[in-house]
Structure formats: C-alpha cells, structure tokens
C-alpha cells in the first residue's frame, strides 16, 4: 500500500483539487455552507492517497474569526494575532489510526512555517486530534463552547511561533 501526500498551494489549486476536496467535507459531514468553495479558502491544502484514491486531507485555512467571540472561546482580544488556522483535518475511517492525520498536520506546519497559527476541534469527542494538536505546538485556550452543526463542545487551539 504507497500511500503519497501531496502539498497544493491556492495559486496551484485545479477543479480537481476543489472537488476532491469538498467531496471529502462532504463524507465527513461537519463543514456546512458550500462545500466547493472550501478549498479556495486555503493557503494550502494537503490531499492523501493510497493508490491514487484521496483517503484524508487537510488545510491551512483564513481563520474562523468568530471561535474568539465572546459567545466561544470569549478571547476576542487575541484574534488580532492569528491570520490562518489549521482545519479541514478528514481521514476515511477506513484508514484512521495510521498516523496520516498526524502527518498531514506535521506537513501543512512546515509549509505554513514559524507563524502563528490557530485550530478549533472537538475537546472530547475527538482526542486523538486534541493530542495531535498539542503534540505539535497547540494549546487549548479559552472557554469550550458547543457547536453549530453537532452535539459536541469545540475549543480553541493556538500556536504562537
């Protein structure tokens, strides 16, 4: 199994990309709004394949400016200090528990280089991201808060460089 991890920068960016890309937002079912529009969101993109099948991706998108809110993470003052965030992170389940996750985030980081960078994801409902996330520089802050579009409490994630 050649599993192959491929960096795309938005100025490289075909349909291709696009619509791999929402078709995966789609499988995982908690990005809302229109799906093919996500991926021109992004700095960068990272699309993971075995055997030319896209299987997880991830990005470094402009920042959800509303997680610092006072009605979420109620950290208001220091979204003036984070331009991008790390989010779109989706691997099949067929293939979790692989690391590929983890390798998408070390990637993007390397490519998205020593700036700050923030990440919002599912405190409880998904540690295995939460440990990703702070294995690679991330700590929580602020208040957890609950999310539109599922049951779960979301917090806030930052990496300062």
Known sequence: MNI??????????????????AQLLKEQG???YDLTLKADRCKIICLVSINSKVIAIGGIKNKTASAFSKEKANLPEVSKYFEWELGYLYTNP??????????IVKYLIVEY???????????????GMVRILEKNGFRHYGTPWGSEI??????LFLKYK
Request: aromatic share 8%; net charge neutral; hydrophobic share 30%.
């Open 4 to 21: 192959e991890y491929k960096i795309v920068l938005k100025k490289d960016l075909t349909d291709s990309h696009k619509n791999t890309f």
């Open 30 to 32: 908690k990005v809302k």
């Open 94 to 103: 067929d293939f979790e528990g692989r690391g590929i996750a983890s390798t």
């Open 113 to 127: 280089g020593n700036e700050n960078l923030m990440a919002s994801t599912e405190i409880s409902a998904n540690p």
């Open 150 to 155: 599922h049951s779960n409490y979301l917090g």
